[in-house]
């Protein structure tokens, strides 16, 4: 099944502990791309990647990176998260950077 | 720079109702449109989108959008809703020319449909 998994679903962790958000696609896309959800603000692309080994920000990009070193995966590092950057976060990709992008099911970050 | 704006933060509608969810967008050049739809606890999903031709867009699920260039709008709907439809729906926009454009997200509207 074509899809786009992420790990954990669900954390809840403390001010300046590093966490990593994992993202994998299974259908060969180039383009994958993070989004923070947060009421009344919508979706914003935090980070996004072209393909391997290119990589580029978002609109809210501070706090936190990204690598791309397969095709399949994205992670999303928080090196020192802070209560702000609670959230609920989706990763998505597509076939290239002009299609209708796919979504995770998304993770839901609490940082105390 | 392009911009989305969804009117209406919150609908309720009740079953069987039509519903139309208005989106409006901003840009200086031509734009491909999406419509997304987030069930509860879930991601985001394709409904439709308007890339070129025809500005009457059929989607899933009994949804249609019409894209208006001189009103710059890109509204959704369907002619009779079902409870099942209660969902959020984010209009979605990116410059169609250029190389990589990013896709700017609307802030949603809340579908609610009332038994």
């Known amino acids: 099944e074509a899809q786009v998994t992420q790990n954990p679903r669900y954390l809840i962790t403390v001010t300046g502990k590093k966490l990593t958000v994992t993202c994998s696609q299974n259908m060969n896309h180039e383009y994958m791309s993070w989004y923070r959800q947060d009421p009344g603000l919508g979706l914003r692309q935090i980070y996004y990647s072209m393909n391997v080994e290119v990589t580029d920000k978002g609109d809210v990009p501070e706090g936190y990176k990204v690598s791309r070193k397969e095709k399949r995966n994205f992670p999303l590092i928080l090196e020192s998260p802070s209560p702000n950057q609670t959230s609920l976060y989706f990763c998505?990709?597509?076939?290239?950077?002009?299609?209708?992008?796919?979504f995770g099911p998304g993770t839901r970050l609490t940082v105390l | 720079a392009q911009s989305v704006t969804q009117l209406d933060s919150q609908v309720p509608v009740f079953e069987e109702a039509p519903v139309e969810l208005r989106c409006n967008y901003s840009s200086s050049v031509s734009v491909y449109l999406f419509w997304y739809v987030q069930y509860p606890n879930q991601g985001l999903q394709l409904l439709l989108k308007y890339l070129s031709g025809s500005t009457l867009v059929k989607g899933i699920n009994g949804f249609e959008a019409e894209f208006n260039k001189s009103q710059t709008s890109f509204h959704l709907r369907k002619p009779s809703v079902h409870i099942s439809d209660t969902a959020e729906y984010f209009c979605a926009v990116r410059r169609a020319s250029g190389g990589y454009q990013k896709v700017t997200f609307g802030i949603g509207t809340k579908l609610q449909v009332i038994p």
């Open positions: 998505a990709s597509s076939l290239n950077a002009y299609n209708e992008q796919f």
